[in-house]
């Protein structure tokens, strides 16, 4: 089970009291090993989340949360934590897919905000 009472300033700038409301245990699928601040997508058919890819059409092209714990899912699922809603998170923390144009991060950030997440160079 996550450990949602750790402090994460890292990355979160901003945060409810109630960390439950923006925290959520996923799992995250088998492709690569993903480091914490990573934008994930959920792929639609099975409900695991993997790095945001606007290219996919698999709903991974979507984003739909921040990772906020390092997941090593290279060999195989694993379980992690992520922040699916709510909070504001750091600019410089936020860990967009390789090769990501200005154009695809402001893609990225509008589909955070959409989702309630706030991305901020500072608060």
């Known amino acids: 089970m996550a450990d949602f009472a750790?402090?994460?300033?890292?990355?979160?700038k901003h945060e409810?009291?109630?960390?439950?409301?923006?925290?959520?245990?996923?799992?995250v699928g088998t492709a690569a090993n993903l480091a914490a601040g990573t934008v994930l997508g959920k792929i639609t058919a099975t409900g695991k989340y993997v790095q945001?890819?606007?290219?996919?059409?698999?709903?991974?092209?979507n984003v739909?949360?921040?990772?906020?714990?390092?997941?090593?899912?290279?060999?195989s699922d694993v379980e992690s934590l992520a922040i699916t809603m709510g909070?504001?998170?750091?600019?410089?923390k936020i860990i967009y897919p390789s090769g990501a144009t200005d154009a695809n991060k402001a893609t990225i950030n509008a589909g955070l905000k959409s989702i309630g997440?706030?991305?901020?160079e500072s608060i």
């Not at 945001?52 to 092209?61: I, N, T």
């Not at 921040?66 to 060999?75: F, K, N």
């Not at 997440?117 to 901020?120: L, Q, Y």
Request: charged share 20%; net charge negative.
């Open 16 to 27: 409810y009291p109630d960390v439950t409301y923006t925290r959520e245990t996923i799992t």
């Open 117 to 120: 997440i706030k991305v901020a």
């Open 52 to 61: 945001v890819d606007l290219a996919a059409a698999d709903g991974s092209q």
């Open 87 to 92: 909070p504001a998170i750091a600019t410089d």
């Open 6 to 12: 750790t402090p994460l300033s890292k990355y979160i």
């Open 64 to 75: 739909a949360g921040i990772l906020i714990r390092d997941a090593a899912a290279a060999e």
